[in-house]
T-cell receptor, first 118, second 109 residues
Framework: GAVVSQHPSRVICKSGTSVKIECRSL??????MFWYRQFPKQSLMLMAT?????????EQGVEKDKFLINHASLTLSTLTVTSAHPEDSSFYIC??????????????FGPGTRLTVL | DAKTTQPPSMDCAEGRAANLPCNHS???????VYWYRQIHSQGPQYIIH???NNETNEMASLIITEDRKSSTLILPHATLRDTAVYYC??????????FGTGTRLTIIP
């Protein structure tokens, strides 16, 4: 299957700093990528849809000024958590939609980034 | 507004076939059935998807009933590495993928 990478895999930062997470589709071009967040013992929650060359679409309750998304190319989307606080500590996972041409587009997920804010 | 219903947990003996059920009684004609799994502390992994016909790949088989109101994911020879949460998801081709609570499958040695 298609491969999606994330960097870094793990990050620890101080409260008030900003953290950037990169998501790359390695063997396909993705006009659409997605960002999810997962708290312990909970399911994945969709945060936003990242569209190449246009503004991201955020889910209800997700602050767009706090979670900045940039999708500058067909293989790269970035999520920046601005002024991070301990409550932002979570597992952040991206996915990319592969337009496989089979009548439906399958989403492939990255390995996730564990963010810990002290 | 859950589109799918899955048992919260299941056990399966190592080496046996794991059969994971999913009910999707309100599925519409052009919605696909997707299966993903998430191993602890990893991103979800795509397994298989189908529309009407049964599907098989190197990971699993997907059996969809004729009325499409339910499906079963079959892992033919379960190993300890198959222990994960399995998600059955129904969606249109370009719809956003959202996760329910899934089935926690534990493979027992």
């Amino acid at each position: 299957g298609a491969v999606v990478s994330q960097h870094p895999s793990r990050v620890i930062c101080k409260s008030g700093t900003s953290v950037k997470i990169e998501c790359r589709s390695l063997d396909f071009q993705a006009t659409t990528m997605f960002w999810y967040r997962q708290f312990p013992k909970q399911s994945l929650m969709l945060m936003a849809t990242s569209n190449e060359g246009s503004k991201a679409t955020y889910e209800q309750g997700v602050e767009k000024d706090k979670f900045l998304i940039n999708h500058a190319s067909l293989t790269l989307s970035t999520l920046t958590v601005t002024s991070a606080h301990p409550e932002d500590s979570s597992f952040y996972i991206c996915s990319a939609r592969d337009p496989g041409g089979s009548g439906t587009d399958t989403q492939y997920f990255g390995p996730g980034t564990r963010l810990t804010v002290l | 507004d859950a589109k799918t219903t899955q048992p919260p947990s299941m056990d399966c003996a190592e080496g046996r076939a794991a059969n994971l059920p999913c009910n999707h009684s309100t599925i519409s004609g052009n919605e696909y059935v997707y299966w993903y799994r998430q191993i602890h502390s990893q991103g979800p992994q795509y397994i298989i998807h189908g529309l009407k016909n049964n599907e098989t790949n190197e990971m699993a088989s997907l059996i969809i009933t004729e009325d499409r109101k339910s499906s079963t994911l079959i892992l033919p020879h379960a190993t300890l590495r198959d222990t994960a949460v399995y998600y059955c998801i129904v969606l249109f081709g370009n719809e956003k993928l959202t996760f329910g609570t899934g089935t926690r499958l534990t493979i027992i040695p």
